[in-house]
């Protein structure tokens, strides 16, 4: 089956799913399908034109025209990432156009010397920067009145400026950018209430719309027409009486939100200067945008009379008369506008500086609105989007004309906001970075442009133990195709010290997995002289981890994470805010048992069954078999510690006996019995125990509510479902043996037509679990030991199959060729039909059987942005919560929440209070009497239990010949003697906890031990 869709992107006729699967499950085939037919002009090309540039690119537009004439200089390195020493004096949309076409072979990019306003008829949307005000109206005059969307940005130093204008009749076909809610019903009164099964809430709101399927009883409901609902309760909706649909009542089914498209009417920017709408990002800072509406247009008035020079960084003669600029422009806007000249004045000093941080942060959001604007999917910004981060700027040097002013360098941009001994710091800085996937490249690329590491003393090590794959290329920008297969640290480590060849022998890159098993290269050593840390992860295991790390060796910690348009940055600051493990997210939800076995009600059921059913078919009962083959002792101790070695043995003697295959053929035979027991087999068992005419021991149905009653599939070679099954249970089974793939039909219709499947009669006293509380029908069967030893004398032994290994099918949702999908699609849609379920394509198969996490380069320039923003404020040392923000934002509504974050908590003993997470006694490698004495003495508190890891050290109850065995030892050699593990070379501290009473007797909470060894 192909992994491409029938939607045309270039004119090729295909959108390559293999690329842009990650962004496929944020926007869906028909927003990329309108994004595709787009082309996009963008005026401007220093750092905040090309990140938009680049992240539209790598969205996948039509086209991308770059329009700047303006020639490149040294100050324009600080942010723009594709700009060289070499490009000095050549115009940047030149330079940047082919190293912007080498992001997506699907998006042509050029540039254009001239433009005329005529020229904008060609584009679906216009975004302009580094463009004076007057040309803005110009140029927005002539899109609004002919239907382009248009977007002005620009990016100030701490402060940037967005202004949204599509028209003044855009239709927004996705208002909210959630997944549509469904739900299970129990029933319809012919008044149209609906009430939901098992009292789950539905989530609807007065003028949502739905739409339904599966209803028993009126058919016409099922028919895909959207139904306005009226809220009666948490469990309950109307949608008006169904009479006029031909019935009385209805049962069952499953509703379905319908997302109903919003007309918006937008101003344009001469009438929005006039009178604004804003978009608010920070409701800390909610009296600012009117603030910023003027400074901007005064920016703009200001280089209108300098021959477009903006004021000179801290020069207070320009602050001044940028201020009476603004002062004329707020009288005229809002006589009642009082000017905060403090800030304005900020604004001036601020003028010429340029952030990468602040180009990625604004370069993101700009970009996802050039998305809406082409997909009419999400909210767009209504219509003034102001931004500041004021708290980034540095108060631990001085900030002057003098220590401000241009040096000549690639990185004046920055000092022209942070001054000339902040960017030493940065220079000098120790980072490590923990994953160089989507995130990781898009920080590796702000710390180049930052200059971050590039000193005598800094350095950069980054770690990722993945390799680059196809659908990284869509958000992960460091890597091209040619990159596919490479390691993803080095690769990353090498693409940025080309953007700025200071990195060069500044960057070390590993390919280790951070967790205890490396612990012998992320030791003491390697922590102790980090400056901070940075995770750029996909897991929450590995963030704890790291994040424990990061506690005991009192090392500053910037987190963050994506989830489609949504993201989230959270700075962990030593001995001030709580760490990341404070707080965990709710574990993910899971399925019943007895549900995914035996009473499935959704798709979902069924790809998660069928994902099961592929280990279970292919991967562990290969792994049992190479294991018999190799381990002397497995048929022992599986016999011991196995909770159903009764399927184990089974497995390998069918695999190593039964049906074990010598041809391609005999692979499409079993595949076939597969098909029988699975779908046909099985599902008469389950009838038979359960009649569709069953009661329960109350008298009501047994099939019904969320139960629904099956019907076995006869297998149809001309049925495409039953087909696909064949095909991929086969060719996966052959890959476990070895066997070459065979792929011609005329072989599967030869075998499968004279394939007599044998008679299945129902067995009687064979137990189903109904209820996930009630024993799994293995443990009864596992229980007969004769049976078992019959079976494991059976199995042929190993030295007869000297060198025969089989081949374990390890899933891997992102290779088309392998069939692994294409089986759990095929699996999952024949039990759904099993179960009368709405059966689901491969798109979304795969998203739910591969766990795919939605991702867009948009939200991933965002948070790397901000989490440098707050880089920032760790190299300055603020000392105060509210100088640091954890950030929360969702690009799909133009949500953005900023709060300070939480103190890391405090704990009393004696009187003395310490700190919770941060605090820790540190020791010598003193003996347990030693250590007992020391806290005695010292802390007035008596060690009751003393533990490291899961050894358990002391207990004032254990017995006084152990206790006196103990006492004289010091603690890493009892360490050792417990464990009776050696302490690895690397390690120079050991953990301890400890559990203690206060002088009262009374126990108390107490932080943990380090002990030097």
Same mark, same amino acid.
């Given at each position: 089956?192909?992994?491409?869709?029938?939607?045309?992107?270039t004119?090729?006729g295909?959108?390559?799913?293999?690329?842009?699967?990650r962004?496929?499950?944020?926007?869906?085939?028909?927003?990329?399908?309108?994004?595709?037919?787009s082309?996009? =002009?963008?005026?401007?090309?220093?750092?905040?034109?090309?990140?938009?540039?680049?992240?539209?690119?790598?969205?996948?537009?039509?086209?991308?025209?770059?329009?700047?004439? #303006?020639?490149?200089?040294?100050?324009?390195?600080?942010?723009?990432?594709?700009?060289?020493?070499?490009?000095?004096?050549?115009a940047?949309?030149?330079?940047?156009?082919?190293?912007?076409?080498?992001?997506?072979?699907?998006?042509?990019?050029?540039?254009?010397?001239?433009?005329?306003?005529?020229?904008?008829?060609?584009?679906?949307?216009?975004?302009?920067?580094?463009?004076?005000?007057?040309?803005?109206?110009?140029?927005?005059?002539?899109?609004?009145?002919?239907g382009?969307?248009?977007?002005?940005?620009?990016?100030?130093?701490l402060?940037?400026?967005?202004?949204c *204008?599509?028209?003044?009749?855009?239709?927004?076909? *996705?208002? *909210?950018?959630?997944?549509?809610?469904?739900?299970?019903?129990a029933?319809?009164?012919?008044?149209?209430?609906?009430?939901?099964?098992?009292?789950?809430?539905?989530?609807?709101?007065?003028?949502?719309?739905?739409?339904?399927?599966?209803?028993?009883?009126?058919?016409?409901?099922?028919?895909?027409?959207?139904?306005?609902?009226e809220?009666?309760?948490?469990?309950?909706?109307?949608?008006?009486?169904?009479?006029?649909?031909?019935?009385?009542?209805?049962?069952?089914g499953?509703?379905?939100?319908?997302?109903?498209?919003?007309?918006?009417?937008?101003?344009?920017?001469?009438?929005?200067?006039?009178?604004?709408?804003?978009?608010?990002?920070?409701?800390g800072?909610?009296?600012?945008?009117? #603030?910023?509406?003027?400074?901007?247009?005064? =920016?703009?008035?200001?280089?209108?009379?300098?021959?477009?020079?903006?004021?000179?960084?801290?020069?207070?003669?320009?602050?001044?008369?940028?201020? @009476?600029?603004?002062?004329?422009?707020?009288?005229?806007? *809002?006589?009642?506008?009082?000017?905060?000249?403090?800030?304005?004045?900020?604004?001036?000093?601020?003028?010429?500086g340029?952030?990468?941080?602040m180009?990625?942060?604004?370069?993101?959001?700009?970009? #996802?609105?050039?998305?809406? +604007?082409t997909?009419?999917?999400?909210?767009?910004?209504?219509?003034?989007?102001?931004?500041?981060?004021?708290?980034?700027?540095?108060?631990?040097?001085?900030?002057?004309?003098? +220590?401000?002013?241009?040096?000549g360098?690639?990185?004046?941009?920055?000092?022209?906001?942070?001054?000339?001994?902040?960017?030493?710091?940065?220079s000098?800085?120790?980072?490590?970075?923990? /994953?160089?996937?989507?995130?990781?490249?898009?920080?590796?690329?702000?710390?180049s442009?930052?200059?971050v590491?590039?000193?005598?003393?800094g350095?950069i090590?980054?770690?990722?133990?993945?390799?680059?794959?196809?659908?990284?290329?869509?958000? &992960?920008?460091?890597?091209?195709?040619?990159?596919?297969?490479?390691?993803?640290?080095e690769?990353?480590a090498?693409?940025?010290?080309?953007?700025?060849?200071?990195?060069?022998?500044?960057?070390?890159?590993?390919?280790?997995?951070?967790?205890?098993?490396?612990?012998?290269?992320?030791?003491?050593?390697?922590?102790?002289?980090?400056?901070?840390?940075?995770?750029?992860?996909?897991?929450?295991?590995?963030?704890?981890?790291?994040?424990?790390?990061?506690?005991?060796?009192?090392?500053?910690?910037?987190e963050?994470?994506?989830?489609?348009?949504? /993201?989230?940055?959270?700075v962990?600051?030593?001995?001030?805010?709580?760490?990341?493990?404070?707080?965990?997210d709710?574990?993910?939800?899971?399925?019943?048992?007895?549900?995914?076995k035996?009473?499935?009600?959704?798709?979902?059921?069924?790809i998660?069954?069928?994902?099961d059913?592929?280990?279970?078919?292919?991967?562990?009962?290969? $792994?049992?078999?190479?294991?018999?083959?190799?381990s002397?002792?497995?048929?022992?101790?599986?016999?011991?510690t196995?909770?159903?070695?009764?399927?184990?043995?089974?497995?390998?003697r $069918?695999?190593?006996?039964t $049906?074990?295959p010598?041809?391609?053929?005999?692979?499409?035979?079993?595949?076939?019995? @597969?098909?029988?027991? %699975?779908?046909?087999?099985?599902?008469?068992?389950?009838?038979?125990?359960?009649p569709?005419?069953?009661?329960?021991?109350?008298? &009501?149905?047994?099939?019904?509510?969320?139960?629904?009653?099956?019907?076995?599939?006869?297998?149809?070679?001309n049925?495409?479902?039953?087909?696909?099954?064949?095909?991929?249970?086969?060719?996966?089974?052959?890959?476990n043996?070895?066997?070459?793939?065979?792929?011609?039909?005329?072989l599967?219709?030869?075998v499968?037509?004279?394939?007599?499947?044998?008679?299945?009669?129902?067995?009687?006293?064979?137990?189903?679990?109904?209820?996930?509380?009630?024993?799994?029908?293995?443990?009864?069967?596992?229980?007969d030991? &004769?049976?078992?030893?019959?079976?494991?004398?059976?199995?042929?032994?190993?030295?007869? =199959?000297?060198? %025969?290994?089989?081949?374990?099918?390890?899933?891997?949702?992102?290779?088309?060729?392998?069939?692994h999908?294409?089986?759990?699609?095929?699996?999952?849609n024949?039990r759904?039909?099993?179960?009368e379920?709405t059966?689901?394509?491969?798109?979304?198969?795969?998203?739910?059987?591969?766990?795919?996490?939605?991702?867009?380069?948009?939200?991933?320039?965002?948070?790397?942005?901000?989490?440098?923003?707050?880089?920032?404020?760790?190299?300055?040392?603020?000392?105060?919560?509210?100088?640091?923000?954890? /950030?929360?934002?969702?690009?799909?509504?133009?949500?953005?929440?900023? +709060?300070?974050?939480?103190g890391?908590?405090?704990?009393?003993?004696?009187?003395?209070?310490?700190?919770?997470?941060w605090?820790?006694?540190? =020791?010598?490698?003193?003996?347990?009497?030693?250590l007992?004495?020391? %806290?005695?003495?010292?802390?007035?508190?008596?060690?009751?239990?003393?533990?490291?890891?899961? +050894?358990?050290l002391?207990?004032?109850?254990?017995?006084?010949?152990?206790?006196?065995?103990?006492?004289?030892?010091k603690?890493?050699?009892?360490?050792? &003697?417990?464990?009776?593990?050696?302490?690895?070379?690397?390690?120079?501290?050991?953990?301890?906890?400890?559990?203690?009473?206060?002088?009262?007797?009374e126990?108390?909470e107490v932080?943990?031990?380090?002990?030097?060894?």
């Amino acid at each position: 089956m192909s992994s491409k869709m029938n939607i045309d992107q270039t004119g090729s006729g295909t959108i390559d799913e293999g690329l842009y699967s990650r962004q496929l499950y944020v926007l869906g085939h028909e927003a990329m399908k309108q994004m595709s037919q787009s082309d996009v =002009l963008i005026i401007g090309c220093k750092g905040l034109g090309v990140e938009i540039a680049k992240n539209v690119c790598l969205a996948g537009v039509k086209s991308v025209t770059l329009y700047d004439p #303006q020639p490149t200089h040294i100050e324009d390195l600080s942010s723009q990432y594709f700009l060289t020493e070499d490009d000095l004096g050549v115009a940047r949309a030149e330079v940047s156009v082919p190293k912007l076409a080498e992001l997506n072979q699907y998006v042509p990019v050029s540039s254009t010397p001239q433009l005329s306003i005529q020229d904008l008829k060609k584009y679906k949307c216009v975004v302009v920067t580094e463009t004076s005000l007057s040309k803005q109206l110009e140029i927005n005059d002539f899109t609004h009145e002919n239907g382009i969307a248009f977007i002005s940005a620009d990016s100030r130093g701490l402060f940037g400026s967005v202004f949204c *204008d599509f028209g003044p009749e855009f239709i927004c076909t *996705d208002v *909210d950018g959630n997944e549509p809610l469904t739900g299970m019903i129990a029933n319809i009164t012919d008044d149209g209430t609906v009430t939901m099964l098992e009292e789950t809430r539905h989530g609807l709101e007065d003028g949502d719309y739905v739409k339904f399927a599966e209803v028993k009883g009126v058919p016409a409901l099922n028919n895909g027409q959207p139904h306005k609902v009226e809220v009666k309760g948490p469990y309950t909706f109307s949608i008006g009486s169904i009479d006029v649909l031909g019935g009385s009542a209805a049962t069952g089914g499953i509703f379905t939100q319908v997302k109903m498209p919003q007309k918006l009417a937008f101003k344009s920017l001469r009438e929005s200067l006039k009178e604004p709408d804003y978009v608010f990002p920070d409701f800390g800072k909610m009296l600012r945008p009117p #603030q910023y509406h003027v400074a901007f247009q005064a =920016l703009s008035a200001f280089a209108d009379t300098h021959n477009g020079a903006l004021p000179r960084p801290r020069n207070d003669a320009d602050a001044g008369e940028f201020l @009476q600029l603004a002062k004329k422009i707020g009288t005229s806007f *809002d006589s009642q506008l009082e000017l905060d000249e403090k800030l304005l004045k900020e604004v001036s000093y601020q003028a010429k500086g340029d952030l990468v941080s602040m180009c990625a942060f604004l370069g993101g959001i700009v970009a #996802q609105e050039v998305l809406k +604007s082409t997909t009419s999917k999400f909210f767009p910004f209504k219509q003034f989007f102001y931004f500041d981060s004021l708290e980034s700027l540095p108060t631990s040097v001085e900030l002057s004309e003098e +220590s401000c002013k241009p040096r000549g360098t690639r990185y004046d941009g920055q000092i022209a906001v942070f001054g000339a001994e902040f960017q030493q710091r940065l220079s000098s800085l120790n980072q490590f970075l923990v /994953g160089a996937g989507a995130i990781g490249c898009e920080m590796l690329k702000n710390w180049s442009m930052m200059g971050v590491a590039t000193g005598e003393h800094g350095h950069i090590h980054v770690t990722d133990m993945d390799s680059i794959e196809k659908s990284n290329l869509n958000r &992960q920008f460091l890597f091209r195709p040619r990159d596919v297969g490479k390691l993803k640290a080095e690769s990353a480590a090498n693409a940025v010290a080309i953007m700025n060849p200071s990195l060069t022998g500044k960057i070390t890159s590993y390919q280790e997995r951070v967790g205890p098993e490396s612990e012998g290269i992320f030791g003491d050593e390697f922590f102790g002289n980090l400056s901070m840390v940075t995770n750029a992860l996909d897991n929450v295991e590995a963030r704890l981890y790291v994040d424990r790390r990061c506690v005991f060796f009192e090392k500053p910690l910037l987190e963050s994470g994506t989830l489609g348009t949504k /993201g989230n940055t959270q700075v962990v600051v030593p001995h001030l805010t709580e760490s990341y493990g404070s707080s965990q997210d709710p574990p993910e939800k899971s399925f019943p048992i007895c549900t995914l076995k035996n009473f499935p009600n959704r798709i979902e059921h069924t790809i998660a069954w069928a994902r099961d059913l592929f280990e279970g078919l292919f991967k562990q009962p290969v $792994d049992n078999v190479n294991l018999y083959l190799s381990s002397p002792n497995f048929l022992e101790t599986t016999l011991k510690t196995s909770s159903n070695p009764r399927e184990v043995l089974e497995n390998i003697r $069918d695999y190593l006996v039964t $049906d074990k295959p010598l041809s391609f053929e005999e692979c499409i035979i079993w595949a076939r019995n @597969q098909f029988e027991k %699975f779908f046909n087999h099985n599902i008469q068992q389950l009838l038979f125990n359960f009649p569709k005419d069953s009661v329960t021991s109350n008298g &009501q149905p047994f099939w019904s509510g969320p139960k629904r009653a099956p019907s076995p599939l006869t297998f149809d070679i001309n049925n495409r479902a039953h087909f696909d099954f064949i095909v991929a249970a086969a060719s996966i089974y052959a890959f476990n043996y070895g066997l070459k793939e065979e792929t011609d039909p005329a072989l599967y219709e030869r075998v499968l037509s004279s394939f007599k499947p044998a008679e299945y009669t129902p067995k009687s006293g064979v137990k189903i679990q109904v209820n996930d509380s009630d024993e799994a029908p293995e443990a009864a069967a596992n229980s007969d030991k &004769q049976e078992l030893k019959s079976i494991a004398d059976s199995l042929p032994p190993p030295s007869s =199959l000297a060198g %025969f290994r089989l081949t374990p099918a390890d899933f891997e949702k992102d290779d088309d060729t392998n069939h692994h999908i294409d089986f759990i699609t095929a699996a999952s849609n024949l039990r759904a039909l099993n179960y009368e379920i709405t059966t689901a394509d491969r798109f979304k198969t795969k998203f739910v059987a591969g766990k795919i996490v939605p991702a867009m380069c948009t939200s991933t320039a965002v948070v790397s942005g901000l989490v440098c923003l707050e880089l920032v404020k760790l190299v300055d040392g603020k000392k105060k919560l509210e100088d640091y923000k954890n /950030g929360f934002f969702n690009l799909a509504i133009g949500l953005f929440t900023f +709060s300070d974050p939480i103190g890391s908590p405090k704990m009393k003993f004696n009187e003395k209070e310490v700190d919770k997470i941060w605090d820790r006694f540190t =020791l010598p490698n003193f003996t347990l009497q030693n250590l007992i004495d020391h %806290f005695s003495e010292k802390e007035g508190l008596e060690v009751t239990m003393l533990s490291s890891g899961v +050894s358990l050290l002391y207990a004032n109850f254990q017995p006084p010949k152990k206790l006196a065995e103990r006492l004289p030892l010091k603690i890493s050699d009892l360490v050792e &003697q417990i464990s009776k593990k050696k302490l690895e070379p690397f390690r120079k501290h050991l953990i301890l906890e400890v559990c203690c009473d206060d002088k009262d007797g009374e126990d108390v909470e107490v932080p943990f031990i380090t002990v030097k060894v």
